[in-house]
């Protein structure tokens, strides 16, 4: 078997782990990126559409363009990046880490480092996950199964479309098999409001009349061989009204119900996974419950902007970088979630720098106000004109103002 | 009397569009400044970045096959929003191009789209091995 050693080893060649990696070999650390696809740059090698890099590059780019940015700065720096690599395993041996994995030019591998970034990114639900009822025809895809078809191999996989929820994914999709000539006929979403992005619903279903059904649900999948149509059923005060159901003729059914950060890595290692966010447990440095294992972007929680995903990334790989140096928070205080408020992230502050934390919001609400407590007592607020949980919001806490924070102090975070 | 949804910033304005006695567009249910130019530029001139794919081919002149690691279509985007009305039009002429590999990003694919001033360029670099 192959040996290899590192100062660090980032699991994932995504948007996050590239990220990651360039902040550790910018600060004069070893590392080596262990990415399973053939190419650098994840999932947004099949997101074609446009919309990435506002904050980071300041244009409109595509995905497989933000990408390559990234990919041009890890060749410009000689980092080393093995692709077609599976990791199999994590461990902990003789006090260091070390990690298995495989691929196909190199067989079995064992590279040893002193700390891991962890950036494998999320997956989607699918129909397993929520239980649609009916028959088990081809045809039935997730979004994201269907935007690599489409956009990465070049096949079509239908031509009478149903998206199932209102996810970003989807609603791209929604865009793209129209303007491959395909009739979308409905996006159809349990929840009383859409959990896409706003521009989406606008630009990828009224621009194309598609109407979208909010407060329903599919009842049943029809067809042997092929799907031949869905049942949808409306949901009033929280009961299914079957009387109202109706059917909708399709060949095709898009999947668009929710990511799931993939920790089957982490899991296995004994890292501990949050059930709010699916994602490691993190403290103020990102790191989870194994000692110089750090987390970020999709694997940690799932984002709605990769602009936030290697703003987080960059962070992540700094801290690993300072692990490796010897530094270690002198105290942390706990970050917990308020009112209104899904999860943080992380879920430790230290006192003495400069925190960045994500959140969610439970509730679609105009005029609000994200407010910052400290043992109870307000240290900072902020209005906001709008938040709905599609929308992830961000806040950064600085020494000041956890001054008179003291050993067993509590951070909360509501939205009023 | 036409409504759109503003989509400047996350706030999502339902914007009611209509003309008054003098003929003039006037924009209710914005709260700020930017949604009465959204819905002018709705209205009048609609236009939208538009991403797809063209058929990818090797320098050989075939196709990358299954066993391939090279992706089967290349992206290809505007290089800025293109009038909307004309975009099926612009999808039709896009939809027979092919783009041989190495694909260049940023290397023109359609120079000044139908008669406007937007290109259609290669949006990720492809090298084959």
Redesign the interface.
């Known amino acids: 078997m192959k040996q290899l050693t590192f100062d660090a080893v980032v699991i994932g060649g995504g948007a996050a782990g590239m990220a990651a990696a360039l902040e550790l070999d910018a600060r004069g650390h070893s590392v080596l990126i262990l990415e399973r696809e053939d190419t650098l740059g994840g999932i947004l090698m099949q997101c074609i559409h446009n919309g990435f890099g506002l904050i980071e590059f300041n244009e409109e780019l595509t995905g497989p363009e933000f990408a390559q940015r990234f990919e041009e700065q890890v060749r410009a720096r000689n980092i080393q990046a093995s692709l077609r690599t599976t990791v199999l395993d994590i461990r902990e041996e003789s006090g260091l880490k070390a990690v298995y994995c495989v691929s196909p030019t190199q067989g079995m591998m064992r590279v040893e480092s002193r700390a891991i970034v962890l950036a494998m990114g999320c997956r989607e639900r699918n129909r397993g996950n929520i239980r649609i009822p009916g028959t088990r025809p081809a045809g039935i895809y997730t979004a994201g199964l269907a935007q690599r078809l489409v956009n990465i191999e070049g096949y079509i996989p239908g031509k009478d479309v149903v998206i199932i929820g209102s996810g970003d994914i989807g609603l791209i999709m929604a865009r793209r098999m129209s303007w491959s000539g395909c009739k979308v006929h409905a996006v159809i979403e349990i929840l009383p409001y859409p959990s896409g992005l706003t521009r989406n619903i606008v630009q990828c279903l009224n621009d194309f009349g598609i109407p979208l059904y909010l407060s329903h649900l599919v009842t049943d999948i029809y067809g042997k061989d092929r799907v031949e149509g869905i049942e949808v059923t409306p949901i009033e005060s929280g009961a299914l009204m079957h009387e109202k159901a109706f059917k909708i003729a399709c060949d095709t059914v898009l999947l668009s119900v929710g990511l799931v950060p993939e920790n089957e890595l982490s899991r296995n290692a004994g890292i501990e996974i949050q059930p709010t966010t699916n994602g490691p447990w993190a403290d103020s440095a990102l790191m989870t419950t194994m000692p110089g294992v750090f987390a970020c972007g999709n694997v940690l929680h799932v984002h709605d902007l990769v602009d936030y995903v290697v703003e987080e990334a960059r962070r992540a790989g700094a801290n690993a970088a300072a692990w490796l140096s010897g530094y270690r928070p002198a105290r942390e205080i706990r970050a917990k979630t308020g009112s209104n408020i899904r999860y943080v992230m992380p879920m430790r502050v230290n006192p003495e720098r400069e925190n960045r934390l994500y959140m969610r919001s439970l509730v679609v609400k105009n005029d609000a106000r994200l407010e910052v407590r400290l043992d109870g007592t307000v240290v900072k607020s902020r209005k906001l004109a709008h938040i709905q949980p599609s929308e992830m919001l961000s806040l950064t806490l600085v020494p000041e103002d956890l001054a008179a924070a003291g050993r067993d102090s509590t951070v909360e975070i509501a939205l009023v | 009397m036409r409504e759109l949804?503003c989509?400047t910033?996350?706030?999502?304005c339902h914007l009611a569009v209509d003309t008054d006695a003098r003929g003039e567009m006037k924009v209710t249910g914005n709260?700020c400044l930017r949604g009465e130019q959204y819905a002018r530029e709705e209205i009048f001139n609609p236009k939208?970045?538009?991403?797809?794919?063209c058929?990818a081919v090797l320098p050989d002149g075939g196709t990358p096959g299954p066993e391939s690691?090279l992706?089967?279509?290349v992206?290809v985007?505007t290089t800025g929003a293109f009038p909307?009305e004309r975009?099926p039009e612009l999808?039709g002429a896009l939809k027979g191009m092919t783009v041989r590999l190495p694909a260049v990003?940023g290397s023109v694919v359609l120079k000044k789209a139908l008669d406007t001033e937007v290109d259609v360029i290669v949006?990720?670099?492809i090298a084959p091995e």
């Open positions: 949804i989509i910033c996350p706030m999502g709260r939208r970045v538009v991403t797809f794919t058929a690691n992706p089967r279509r992206p985007r909307k975009i999808l990003r949006a990720r670099g």
